[in-house]
């Protein structure tokens, strides 16, 4: 199979945008029937490669070959045009309607002039079935996981598509049953002779899944590997494009076992909860410490960090913060105790996309100053300067709009508003979520020296490393309930999944 | 906006969101400079300046005004379609009280409390209740004519008082109105721009919910925005009755409304909010004033009016959507491409 023809090659792809050069002279070539793995830290160009094959974006310079023939894409119709289908991270599906329509939607069969509904199920049922996916197409979408929806959203791609996918972070909402679905049918694609472009951030799953890796660092492109013979740590290193050592560095985080974390407690929670929510939970939060929640996906998580911020309202219980009890919070309330909240979806509740660096980086701290103290410009400029330098934020400027920011640059653009305020409790859901090694390295490395310094934080994440990197104490969820505790003397990857798998230790 | 670009470069002004409201405001000066025969004469009479541009800028007040809430509304995703509505109610209630024999000041505060009423009205039902705002404001623009009449009883006010009628037809070297303007000008200004109030209406327009998670009180500025139209659509409803020495409830400040959303968008700002443009407004405003003006001197027949104005409107539109400049712009970007591509 590796000594197939290019189904799909990209030519010296020039693209720029105001002060950033996003490709420059970029390759890609894609064989028939391989799934190919985009790799890259933020801001290197994968979106930006993507965006260009599918027409989102039209290319500088440069050429596209398809089967040999050059081709033209300049809107996303060229690309459907010539059979390339894309299924992006977030779903772009209808949820209230059925699976079947959702599949044939916007090219539907018709008999007589009216829509021949027989033929949608019966067509999206075969289609399905030949992925394995048995599902009853007559449902609602919502009826079904993400995953299920995510498969529907792939299976309707691989039918609109002529040979060329492309998986754009599919399984970065999937926990790992749904990934290994996800593989099974991507596999079946391939063996079909499907050829996959693939982008993900998880290391495990592109050894897993691909036979060759593109790398690309800064728009240029580093080169391409087949994966059997590129090691982990060399994949790494060259798309940091730091030498081992420094890696390794990077790598091995470890706490400042000196830090002494007070007994004081900076907010109690008694019977704090919500119903339907979150049941209710007693939680304290010390002085100065890094408290982890671990748990699966709809642990509960994300749920108990929203409630302590007051963006959802507790309906039973008390929290207590300095000294004062309160039977609910809201976040105007929880910015005055000075909280951070750094929210899950960066993009819908984090990022003002519009406006300028510097605005989203003043937005909380000019919000708790209120409507007539407003921050001289000056004064703004001088914050802003500071927490782009502090969090090496890569921007050509402090007046870019923060939408042209990639991922990881975006989360510290939202980061350095939460310190410019300088929180006492700084609560970060899932702040490592879609981006790159090196960036994750700095960031849990930003945690602890922040904790350092006397910050208390709130932790949340998937990756289990990255809490036993940074955590003094982790709280474990599971089914919208806290099961566990682990001091930090307990703290390792196993005891947190037996907890996760087991239930309570301590219930505590 | 404004206040920085003049000392950046002309290249920075063609690209700013000024330039083409700026162009199309200066094509039209010229076309009437060769068409209307005296339109840029300006006469000194009794130590006051007249002249068409006079008439312009005193009947573009209204507009000018109104434009300006409709902007800051807008920025927060909203609209207000009441405007036309408040300019009614405002221009009988203060001409009601002076034709009771009520003071100008008491009048024009009472003008302008009516459209702070109407103002909360609106906030309240977009804001804290959440009815989306064509549907809370439209409301208003139904019942608010209504309401106009109920107090005039049907009648159209008319009055003499010489010191209200000042307000919109007197002169201090140039009409009084205009002194209004400026100083609700200098007022939005310092509102949006010296404390955060633009900031926060930006953000929320952008992103509400990331805004709300900074901490900001959406609902409290989202409101103010709907107030603050309301104050100024008074103010406008004022100036208009006062100009015509009468209040008529069902034609002051008629589809005003529509011309305040025009000039918003024609001023650079997008229907979908975030980032709004003052003194793109205000050029809008003009332009069309302008515009509406030069096809009455112009002798164009009443019942083309309204096309001609429709056709010019379109055009200053369309000229500024993205599909146009990407058109527009498509053989610069390859001529400065390549230096960035050969440098390496």
Redesign the interface.
Known sequence: MTEQEPVLQMQHIYKTFPGVKALNNVDFELKKGEIHSLMGENGAGKSTLIKVLTGVYEIDEGTFLLNGKEIKISSTSDAQKNGISTVYQEINLCANLSVAENIYIGREPKKGGSIDWKKINHDAKELLDKLEIHIDVEKKLSDYSLAIQQMVAISRAVDTSRGILILDEPTSSLDTNEVNQLFSVMRKLKDSGMSIIFVSHFLEQIYEICDRVTILRNGDLVGTYDIDKLSRIDLVSKMIGKDLDELEKLNDIKQNSSKQVSGENLLETHGYGKRGTIEPFDLNIRKGEVLGLAGLLGSGRTEVASMLFGINKADHGTIKIGGKTYSYIYPKKAIAESFGFCPEDRKAEGVAGALTIRENIILALQSSKGLLRYIPMKKQQEIAKKYIDLLSIKTPSMEQQIDNLSGGNQQKVILARWLATDPQLLILDEPTRGIDVGAKSELQKLIIELSNSGMTILFISSELKELVNCCDRIIVLRDQKMIGELSKEEIREETIMKTIAEGGLRVG | MGENKTKTLFSDFTHSKMFWPIVALMALLLFNLFMTPGFFTIQMKDGHLYGSLFDILNHATPLILISLGMTVVIATQGIDISVGAIIAISAVVSATVIVDGGSVLSAVLAGIGSGIVCGIWNGLLVSYIGIQPMVGTLILYIVGRGIAQLITAGQILTFTSPAFVAIGTGYWLVPVACYVAIAIIIIMHLLTR????G??V??IG??S?????????AKRIIFCTYVISGILASIAGILICSNIKSADANNAGLWLELDAILATVIGGTSMNG??FYLSGTIVGALFIQTLTTTIYSLGVPTEVTLVVKAVIVIAVCLIQTPVFIKMFAKKK??VQ?KP??ES?
């Open positions: 010296k404390t955060s109030f900031l926060f930006e953000s952008v992103n919910t990331a805004s709300r998670y900074s901490g900001i009180n975030g980032r970007p390859v491409m960035v591509t390496k």
